[in-house]
């Protein structure tokens, strides 16, 4: 861990003079200090301040270095769908940094939602940090630490992880892209927050910064039970529950989903039937194409059975179940089964005779 106190000063001074280009917005009116948010716009002094940052805190910048975090605007995935919807309202979280009308400088792109995102977020310079007696490590922060118990919850998140479609009002549920604090605040794990959940550290005090979530086959399994049994000579009961998981499941990006799909085969493992359903929240175009209205949303809360029939030519066959996690590429309007998949992870799948 280095020492330079003057030189972080500066870092500050020079970030809170760049918050004369912030994009203003509504923080809302809460006590006290505000939590981490969209649009910050500070450009190149944010990346130079989050350079001092990784410098000190190398545990934490080895960990959100190839985050989804970092990532949020380089990631192939978001590019993809950016590159069918540019709105300047995207720029604002993938790369909270940048100014969003502008495609950003090559080092703001590559910080994306940084340290200094979350941790920097009053004009004055000063680290926002969890309440705790003390220093953590024994050694004095060379900079201003404002602890805020805040910062331990759903609200660090908040304004992120839970967005209105551009032009609505996000009043009512079906108006919201992205509704994880909602969907957290009516889990039965609401008193859980998000970050005991997503920075556990196993044996240490230390919060991970890691934040792996669907690219993790290990995470995603362990997330979900599963189990499938033969109900009659043509159809399966597929029972889903979800392990420890403080929303829906998916959650987040509105183009995610859960795919249960079984198919009857015969000796020479060719398909005789199938079926499959989705899990996710459904919407269909409105008339003249504008904008899209949520028809159904059959996310996982709790446990769930799904009866799926093969119909009869499946009778005396063995049946194959599987269970998929797929995140969808901008789907463009097309059905379920037409979509093009960026990925398909398996959760779980087996075979009934
Ligand atoms: C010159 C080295 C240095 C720089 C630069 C630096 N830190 Fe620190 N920071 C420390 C030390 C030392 C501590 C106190 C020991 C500890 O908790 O790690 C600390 C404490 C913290 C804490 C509080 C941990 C707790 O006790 O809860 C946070 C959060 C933090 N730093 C984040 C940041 C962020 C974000 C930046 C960039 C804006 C930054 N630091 C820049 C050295 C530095
Ligand atoms: C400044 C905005 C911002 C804040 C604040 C923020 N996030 Fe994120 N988060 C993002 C973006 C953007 C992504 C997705 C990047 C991508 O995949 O392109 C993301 C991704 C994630 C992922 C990975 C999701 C996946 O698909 O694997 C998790 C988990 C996550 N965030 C949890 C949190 C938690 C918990 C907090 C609060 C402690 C938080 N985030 C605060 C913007 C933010
Ligand atoms: C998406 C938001 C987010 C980003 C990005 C982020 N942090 Fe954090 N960080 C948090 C939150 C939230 C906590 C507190 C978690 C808790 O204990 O509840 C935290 C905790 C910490 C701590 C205290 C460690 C501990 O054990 O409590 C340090 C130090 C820290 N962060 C440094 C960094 C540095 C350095 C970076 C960049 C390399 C960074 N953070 C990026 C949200 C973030
Ligand atoms: C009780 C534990 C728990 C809580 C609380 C929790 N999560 Fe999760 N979350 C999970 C699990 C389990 C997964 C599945 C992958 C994993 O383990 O990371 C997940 C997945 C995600 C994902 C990946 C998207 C997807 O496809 O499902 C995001 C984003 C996310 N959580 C954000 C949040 C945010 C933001 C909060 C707080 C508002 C939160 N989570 C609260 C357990 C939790
Ligand atoms: C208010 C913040 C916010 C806005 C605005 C926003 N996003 Fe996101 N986006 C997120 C967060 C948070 C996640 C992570 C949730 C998850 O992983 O499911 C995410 C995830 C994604 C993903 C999944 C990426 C991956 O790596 O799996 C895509 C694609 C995406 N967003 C595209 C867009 C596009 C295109 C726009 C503009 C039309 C947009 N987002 C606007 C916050 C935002």
């Known amino acids: 861990m280095q020492r330079s106190t003057p030189i972080m000063t500066l870092l500050l001074a020079a970030c809170s003079a760049g ?45 959100w270095r190839g985050s989804l975090h970092q990532r949020a605007h380089v990631e192939p995935a978001y ?8 709105l300047p309202f995207c720029r604002r979280c993938h790369v909270p940094e940048g100014d969003p009308m502008l495609e950003p400088a090559p080092a703001v792109g590559e910080m994306g939602v940084g340290c200094v995102t979350c941790h920097v977020v009053e004009d004055g310079g000063a680290v926002l940090a969890v309440p705790r007696e003390g220093s953590r490590t024994g050694e004095i922060a060379p900079h201003g630490v404002v602890r805020d118990a805040r910062f331990a919850t759903a609200d660090a998140c908040a304004s992120c992880h839970e967005f209105a479609f551009p032009g609505s009002s996000g009043k009512r549920r079906d108006e919201l892209m992205q509704s994880t604090v909602s969907e957290h605040a009516e889990s039965s794990l609401r008193a859980t927050s998000c970050a005991s959940c997503h920075m556990q550290v196993d044996g240490e005090r230390r919060s991970s910064h890691v934040f792996a979530a669907s690219r993790s086959p290990e995470l995603m399994r362990a997330a979900v039970r599963v189990a499938a049994e033969r109900i009659s000579p043509t159809a399966v009961r597929v029972s889903l529950a979800p392990v420890g998981v403080g929303h829906a499941l998916p959650t987040g990006d509105l183009f995610r989903r859960i795919e249960v799909s079984v198919e ?44 799926l029939d093969l119909g009869a030519e499946a009778a005396g066959h063995p049946i194959a179940w599987r269970i998929g996690y797929q995140r969808v590429a901008h789907p463009e309007g097309a059905a379920h089964e037409d979509a093009v998949l960026e990925d398909d992870m398996e959760l779980a799948s087996g075979v009934i005779r």
């Open 19 to 63: 918050g004369a280009k912030e994009v203003r917005e509504e923080v809302p009116a809460a006590r006290g200090v505000s939590m981490p948010r969209p649009g910050r716009a500070r450009g190149e002094a944010a990346v130079a301040l989050n350079r001092a940052c990784e410098r000190c805190h190398e545990a934490e910048s080895a960990e």
């Open 79 to 86: 590019q993809r769908s950016f590159a069918i919807e540019p």
């Open 264 to 307: 009857a085969f015969g000796p020479d493992n060719l398909v005789i039937s199938s079926a499959r359903r989705y899990l996710t929240r459904h919407f269909e175009m409105k008339k003249g194409g504008a904008g899209k209205r949520l028809v159904l949303d059959d996310r996982l809360t709790g446990e769930r059975a799904l009866e």
